[in-house]
């Protein structure tokens, strides 16, 4: 059974600051998704990572993938207080179905 | 953005009630999906489906049923609703791309009372 696993859960920093929130996911998979979701709302695609060694970088977030370790990270570099929101990986199960796994989500929050 | 919407956004309904959630989508996705958010935790699955005729079971698929009434439309329904499927549902479709992403609707917020 796929399971998914994010840390910390939950990350209080101030801005300016830089850190990285970790996924860990328990099978083997290609396909990793990194979201953005804001209190009551919808959740939006931030990245799409295919393969091992992939990086996406949009602003002052990054994201990465290494599919031997099994281990997605997020980065924030010198945090702004409009990052602040939670951020979900998913992991495609790879059965043919796109059949997607959600880790916990991690909530940040982002102090002036 | 795959222009997915969800009726009704807020819906609250007593023990035992019948309740359906639509959703419908513009782009011509095949895959349709249906997720559950409880506070404080990642999205469950609860049913899939990759066309009208195809319906698939996901991790959390008891008390619920669905129906695919066209390509654009995928309906969950709790026929005898419980106060523990208060929760906030999402629906989504999913690309058959190289990326096979999943793009999300605006939610339903559902209270079972």
């Known amino acids: 059974e796929l399971k998914v696993e994010q840390n910390p859960l939950f990350l209080s920093m101030q801005e300016g600051k830089n850190y990285t929130i970790y996924c860990n996911y328990s099978t083997t998979s290609d396909r990793l998704y990194w979201y953005r979701q804001d209190p009551g709302k919808s959740l939006e695609s931030l990245f799409v990572l295919l393969s091992n060694g992939a990086v996406k970088q949009e602003g002052r977030l990054m994201a990465s993938l290494d599919t031997k370790a099994r281990l997605s990270t997020l980065h924030i570099t010198a945090a702004v207080h409009d990052l602040s929101a939670t951020y979900f990986c998913?992991?495609?199960?790879?059965?043919?179905?796109?059949?997607?796994?959600f880790g916990q989500g991690t909530r940040l929050t982002i102090n002036p | 953005d795959a222009d997915v919407t969800q009726t009704p956004r807020n819906r609250i309904t007593k023990t035992g009630k019948r309740i359906m959630l639509e959703c419908s989508q513009t782009k011509g996705h095949d895959r349709m999906y249906w997720y559950r958010q409880d506070p404080g935790l990642g999205l469950q699955l609860i049913y899939y489906?990759?066309?009208?005729?195809?319906?698939n079971k996901g991790e959390i698929s008891d008390g619920y049923s669905v129906s695919r009434q066209a390509q654009a439309k995928f309906s969950l329904s709790l026929e005898s609703a419980i106060p523990n499927q208060t929760a906030l549902y999402f629906c989504?479709?999913?690309?058959?791309?190289?990326?096979?992403?999943?793009?999300f609707g605006p939610g339903t917020r559902l209270t079972v009372t």
């Open positions: 989504a479709v999913g690309t058959s791309g190289s990326t096979n992403e999943q793009y």
């Open positions: 998913a992991v495609d199960k790879a059965e043919g179905a796109q059949k997607l796994v």
């Open positions: 489906s990759f066309d009208v005729k195809d319906i």
